[in-house]
């Protein structure tokens, strides 16, 4: 197992392991909180404040201002799941991105499935860091949430804490 799929897993285990105990998430202040989603569900999350966030179709498009990791928080209805990883495929294909493969881990808790899928990209000819975080709550409006990021492996490494400081800040709640 890679260093980033057992830190994934372990990002998974904690992620499902604090939805599972609190039922919703915690947020710690950080500098700007940005709605993903007004509508059912409310989903907010905190980013650092030199990070730039942008109102896409779906969610929220947040970046660091050296454009060296980018993150993607969607809220989809059942069955636009297929759309939304068309939509970025798209997107990595104009980016250059050479896709290789797939690997997906999901946990089942208490009826919310929580899935990570890790893809073996290229980008520039060299190894990129992509994945994808499904996470099906189970809420009454039925909707689900897709987390989709990317970095190169230096930012990964170098923005590791202030990325798992906004993943603990996300928030879910139906209205």
């Not at 710690?28 to 030199?50: F, G, I, K, Q, W």
């Not at 069955?79 to 990883?85: D, F, H, P, Q």
């Not at 689900?144 to 930012?155: D, F």
């Amino acid at each position: 197992m890679t260093l980033l799929s057992t830190r994934l897993s372990r990002c998974l285990a904690g992620f499902v392991a604090l939805m599972i105990a609190l039922g919703v998430f915690v947020v710690p202040t950080l500098a700007a909180s940005v709605e993903v989603s007004p509508a059912r569900p409310s989903v907010r999350v905190n980013t650092p404040s030199d990070w730039i966030s942008t109102r896409i179709s779906r969610g929220v498009q947040i970046k660091t201002r050296d454009e060296e990791l980018f993150v993607w928080l969607e809220v989809y209805r059942d069955g636009e799941l297929n759309a939304v990883i068309a939509e970025h495929n798209a997107y990595w294909k104009k980016e250059g991105i050479v896709i290789r493969g797939r690997n997906q881990q999901s946990e089942e808790k208490d009826g919310r499935i929580f899935s990570i899928t890790q893809v073996d990209a290229l980008w520039n000819g060299e190894p990129t860091v992509l994945y994808y975080m499904d996470l099906d709550l189970k809420l009454p409006s039925g909707r689900k949430i897709v987390l989709t990021y990317w970095a190169s492996p230096k930012a990964d490494q170098e923005y590791a804490a202030r990325f798992e400081a906004l993943m603990d800040s996300l928030t879910v709640t139906e209205r």
